[in-house]
């Protein structure tokens, strides 16, 4: 920059075109500031100028600044093109603005650039940032040429809103019809599969970075090392981060890994993982110490934890944001220090959300604190009326103090308002197909009677070897009998029968489960591994798993 800038100061006529091009060069080198004085000083300006200005602006997420200069162009009498339209609607999704966003799409409809490949992207794009997936979808699917830019556009809008297998299917027809996958695709079809834990597509997506070379990009690379760990294969996310290109090394790969220590129950790894971090010279961010945290409140290392949020703050000066408050209520919460949990709430500088309040109100559940628990899902509810976990912690806690009337009354209380427990489902990946299992619904499987009898055998068979079934963990007043069927065909026992009958022995086991893994299952599982000298991998709503020889890598601390 510094010989453009002494040209231009020795030119005698500046016209509008050079004051441009210092503008892009300044921009193109980060200097936004020095790009806008020049802007500022200019005496004439055409539109190639406030294309440039207000592109700058949005790249340097200057987004409400940018739609302010857009309104200004307008009003000045100068025409946007296609590529100030992109800009300013890709300004209105990082705003979450779909207000502005529509204004600037009904422009774009009226000067007919609606088919114009840039516009259409960055129209889909705003409409799937502002949650609106269907009106994006129609954009993109309507447009009668498309790019790499227009599937990533897709593929990403997808997965963003909750619909991984959407993406994936997306990305199968793009490679049919002959577009190539870029670093941006691969990290959203990855994430997809970690979302759907697919492991089989996983692998299969992997092959193909491989094939593309894609393995030094730093995005790809943590995307694989989280797609590993949440599919139950630890080893194989440790295996990608340490064949990681040095060159592409960066704090969110670091980050990642720690990330997959701290889920699989390895807090101490983490930790020795973090500290290897800051000796080769990477500043921990928050989403470091968000995982660091994390690991340690699965861990039971509640000390450390308490000095890495000090250290967060006070070596680092870092804004701690709700989840790493969340931590560290979890943190106190699982160690049974409740009170200290609920002054620490009570105190934070921002304000708790329900995810804070229920990881106390879980903590009041395991330590069987019934009369906080009442106060606890009192702000909960002040915060959701309809929040169903908290009613359903509140249940559980009054069903394991046996206060049975209580129960009830907060299950009429339910009733009234509408609000329907979220049904515990377990899924099993099969030769690239997903099965899932729900306590109750023995006519979704083809196997289900088979799964049904081997179930009762298996037991049979663990009972044998000492497991006796946990009456308490079914938290409903009932016979006994009929307590002990229900613990029976819990999802993830039905899933593990599924899965012992149709894998060939000495494969590990891996189930998904979307809520937390009941102390019943625990044991079984524990004892199943023993009988099918089995390795069981479960991930449950908060952490994974791993039962291998009659013991779980928790240490029975989930």
Same mark, same amino acid.
């Given at each position: 920059?510094?010989?453009?800038?002494?040209?231009?100061?020795?030119?005698?006529?500046?016209?509008?075109?050079?004051?441009?091009?210092?503008?892009?060069?300044?921009?193109?080198?980060?200097?936004?500031?020095?790009?806008?004085?020049?802007?500022?000083?200019?005496?004439?300006?055409?539109?190639?100028?406030?294309?440039?200005?207000?592109?700058?602006?949005?790249?340097?997420?200057?987004?409400?600044?940018?739609?302010?200069?857009?309104?200004?162009?307008?009003?000045?009498?100068?025409?946007?093109?296609?590529?100030?339209?992109?800009?300013?609607?890709?300004?209105?999704?990082?705003?979450?603005?779909?207000?502005?966003?529509?204004?600037?799409?009904?422009?774009?409809?009226?000067?007919?650039?609606?088919?114009?490949?840039?516009?259409?992207?960055?129209?889909?794009?705003?409409?799937?940032?502002?949650?609106?997936?269907?009106?994006?979808?129609?954009?993109?699917?309507?447009?009668?040429?498309?790019?790499?830019?227009?599937? $990533?556009?897709?593929?990403?809008?997808?997965?963003?809103?909750?619909?991984?297998?959407?993406?994936?299917?997306?990305?199968?027809?793009?490679?049919?019809?002959?577009?190539?996958?870029?670093?941006?695709?691969?990290?959203?079809?990855?994430?997809?599969?970690?979302?759907?834990?697919?492991?089989?597509?996983?692998?299969?997506?992997?092959?193909?970075?491989?094939?593309?070379?894609?393995?030094?990009?730093?995005?790809?690379?943590?995307?694989?090392?989280?797609?590993?760990?949440?599919?139950?294969?630890?080893?194989?996310?440790?295996?990608?981060?340490?064949?990681?290109?040095?060159?592409?090394?960066?704090?969110?790969?670091?980050?990642?890994?720690?990330?997959?220590?701290?889920?699989?129950?390895?807090?101490?790894?983490?930790?020795?993982?973090? $500290?290897?971090?800051?000796?080769?010279?990477?500043?921990?961010?928050?989403?470091?110490?968000?995982?660091?945290?994390?690991?340690?409140?699965?861990?039971? !290392?509640?000390?450390?934890?308490?000095?890495?949020?000090?250290?967060?703050?006070?070596?680092?000066?870092?804004?701690?944001?709700?989840?790493?408050?969340?931590?560290?209520?979890?943190?106190?919460?699982?160690?049974?220090?409740?009170?200290?949990?609920?002054?620490?709430?009570?105190?934070?500088?921002?304000?708790?959300?329900?995810?804070?309040?229920?990881?106390?109100?879980?903590?009041?559940?395991?330590?069987?604190?019934?009369?906080?628990?009442?106060?606890?899902?009192?702000?909960?509810?002040?915060?959701?009326?309809?929040?169903?976990?908290?009613?359903?912690?509140?249940?559980?806690?009054?069903?394991?103090?046996?206060?049975?009337?209580?129960?009830?009354?907060?299950?009429?209380?339910?009733?009234?308002?509408?609000?329907?427990?979220?049904?515990?489902?377990?899924?099993?990946?099969?030769?690239?197909?997903?099965?899932?299992?729900?306590?109750?619904? $023995?006519?979704?499987?083809?196997?289900?009677?088979?799964?049904?009898?081997? !179930?009762?055998?298996?037991?049979?068979?663990?009972?044998?070897?000492?497991?006796?079934?946990?009456?308490?963990?079914?938290?409903?007043?009932?016979?006994?009998?009929?307590?002990?069927?229900?613990?029976?065909?819990?999802?993830?026992?039905?899933?593990?029968?599924?899965?012992?009958?149709?894998?060939?022995?000495?494969?590990?086991?891996?189930?998904?489960?979307?809520?937390?893994?009941?102390?019943?299952?625990?044991?079984?599982?524990?004892?199943?591994?023993?009988?099918? $000298?089995?390795?069981?991998?479960?991930?449950?709503?908060?952490?994974?798993?791993?039962?291998?020889?009659?013991?779980?890598?928790?240490?029975?601390?989930?």
């Amino acid at each position: 920059m510094g010989t453009a800038l002494e040209v231009f100061d020795k030119m005698s006529d500046r016209n509008v075109m050079s004051h441009n091009i210092l503008i892009g060069g300044y921009i193109q080198n980060g200097q936004l500031g020095a790009a806008i004085e020049v802007f500022k000083k200019m005496g004439r300006r055409n539109s190639a100028t406030w294309n440039a200005i207000i592109t700058g602006l949005i790249v340097s997420e200057f987004n409400e600044d940018a739609l302010r200069m857009f309104a200004k162009m307008h009003a000045d009498g100068f025409s946007p093109d296609a590529y100030t339209l992109g800009s300013v609607l890709r300004g209105c999704a990082g705003l979450k603005d779909l207000i502005k966003g529509k204004q600037v799409h009904s422009y774009v409809m009226r000067t007919g650039l609606k088919y114009d490949l840039i516009v259409g992207n960055s129209a889909a794009h705003m409409y799937m940032s502002c949650g609106c997936l269907s009106d994006g979808e129609r954009i993109i699917l309507s447009m009668p040429v498309h790019n790499i830019v227009s599937c $990533n556009t897709l593929i990403a809008g997808r997965v963003q809103n909750g619909c991984p297998t959407g993406a994936l299917d997306h990305y199968r027809v793009m490679k049919i019809s002959g577009i190539r996958p870029d670093k941006i695709t691969f990290v959203s079809v990855i994430t997809s599969c970690s979302e759907l834990s697919t492991l089989g597509q996983g692998q299969q997506i992997h092959a193909e970075v491989l094939r593309a070379g894609a393995t030094s990009v730093a995005s790809v690379i943590s995307s694989l090392i989280s797609m590993y760990s949440r599919c139950g294969c630890l080893d194989d996310a440790v295996k990608v981060f340490e064949e990681r290109a040095v060159s592409e090394d960066d704090v969110v790969l670091w980050s990642s890994m720690i990330s997959a220590y701290g889920f699989h129950g390895k807090g101490e790894v983490a930790i020795e993982l973090f $500290n290897k971090m800051e000796i080769d010279g990477f500043k921990p961010n928050e989403v470091t110490f968000l995982s660091l945290l994390y690991s340690c409140s699965h861990c039971g !290392l509640k000390d450390k934890g308490l000095e890495f949020f000090d250290s967060m703050v006070k070596k680092y000066g870092l804004k701690p944001q709700v989840k790493h408050y969340t931590c560290v209520v979890d943190l106190l919460g699982r160690t049974g220090r409740l009170d200290e949990a609920e002054r620490f709430i009570r105190s934070m500088p921002i304000n708790p959300d329900t995810i804070t309040w229920k990881t106390l109100l879980s903590a009041c559940k395991t330590h069987k604190n019934v009369e906080m628990a009442k106060r606890i899902a009192e702000e909960i509810l002040r915060i959701d009326p309809r929040d169903s976990a908290s009613y359903v912690l509140l249940s559980n806690t009054q069903a394991s103090a046996k206060r049975w009337d209580e129960v009830s009354e907060v299950r009429k209380t339910m009733r009234k308002m509408m609000v329907k427990k979220e049904p515990g489902v377990s899924w099993f990946e099969l030769k690239n197909r997903v099965y899932h299992f729900t306590m109750g619904d $023995n006519k979704s499987n083809p196997q289900s009677e088979e799964i049904d009898i081997y !179930l009762k055998e298996l037991m049979d068979e663990v009972r044998l070897c000492g497991y006796v079934t946990d009456t308490g963990a079914s938290l409903h007043d009932m016979d006994m009998e009929e307590k002990e069927y229900n613990l029976v065909h819990h999802s993830e026992k039905m899933a593990v029968a599924f899965a012992l009958m149709n894998t060939a022995d000495g494969v590990p086991i891996r189930i998904m489960k979307n809520l937390r893994i009941c102390d019943d299952c625990h044991v079984a599982m524990k004892c199943i591994s023993v009988v099918r $000298n089995r390795e069981i991998v479960v991930r449950d709503s908060s952490r994974f798993h791993h039962f291998k020889n009659g013991k779980c890598s928790c240490g029975d601390y989930w």
